[in-house]
């Protein structure tokens, strides 16, 4: 079975500067597909980064990026210049196939 | 566009009642998916459909059944035949073009309460 683990249920960061969430995976697919998402307190799930297992090269969009470490199954999101706004939950999951998976979530703080 | 929606946004159920939640979305994906995510859980993978008139079950299928008619594909219904307090949960809808590396559009759940 597919399994998605996030070891940190809460984080918290001083405004302006950089945390990094940590995310491990475990499949015995060679192709598949990572992502995270944010779920602020509205619920809604709205996607931050993904990243195809196939390609070296670390995905960003603006202040967020991957390290994607494939060899020990390791996909953490680092978020830089944190802001206010940035304060929510964060999912990782893993596809493979037609089947999704979740890790539990971590609760990420945005200090002033 | 709407996106994704859900309906209803939240509802309480006594024990043994019945009832259909719905999805619906306007971008004419092909794959939907039903999640539900519990306190500490994360979410999980209830049912999903690849095209119209299909399902396959997911990760915690079991005391739900799923409908995609032809001719509707943008509606995905998810049911609960006999509601237990432990389908309390906040269920969310989901939608892409195809599956894989394809974005999931999530609806904004729904609520639901089982007494």
């Known amino acids: 079975a597919q399994t998605v683990t996030q070891s940190q249920p809460e984080m918290s960061v001083q405004e302006a500067e950089t945390v990094t969430l940590s995310c491990t995976y475990d499949?015995?697919?060679?192709?598949?597909?990572l992502f995270w998402y944010k779920q602020p307190p509205s619920r809604q799930m709205i996607l931050v980064i993904r990243q195809e297992a196939y390609k070296q090269q670390n995905a960003t969009e603006n202040r967020f990026s991957v390290n994607f470490q494939k060899a020990a199954k390791s996909f953490s999101l680092k978020i830089s210049d944190s802001q206010l706004g940035d304060a929510a939950m964060y999912f990782c999951a893993q596809n493979t196939g037609n089947q999704f998976y979740f890790g539990t979530g971590t609760s990420l703080t945005v200090i002033p | 566009n709407a996106g994704v929606t859900q309906t209803p946004k939240f509802r309480v159920l006594k024990t043994g009642q019945s009832m259909t939640l719905l999805c619906a979305q306007d971008m004419n994906h092909e794959y939907m998916y039903w999640y539900r995510q519990d306190p500490g859980m994360g979410l999980r993978l209830i049912h999903y459909s690849v095209g119209e008139g299909t399902t396959a079950k997911g990760e915690v299928p079991d005391g739900y059944n799923v409908s995609r008619l032809k001719k509707k594909k943008q509606n995905f219904l998810l049911g609960l035949e006999s509601a237990a307090p432990s389908q309390t949960s906040v269920y969310f809808c989901?939608?892409?073009?195809?599956?894989?590396?394809?974005?999931?559009?999530f609806g904004p759940g729904t609520r639901l309460l089982v007494l």
């Open positions: 499949t015995s697919e060679s192709d598949y597909y």
């Open positions: 989901a939608s892409s073009y195809l599956g894989g590396l394809e974005t999931q559009y």
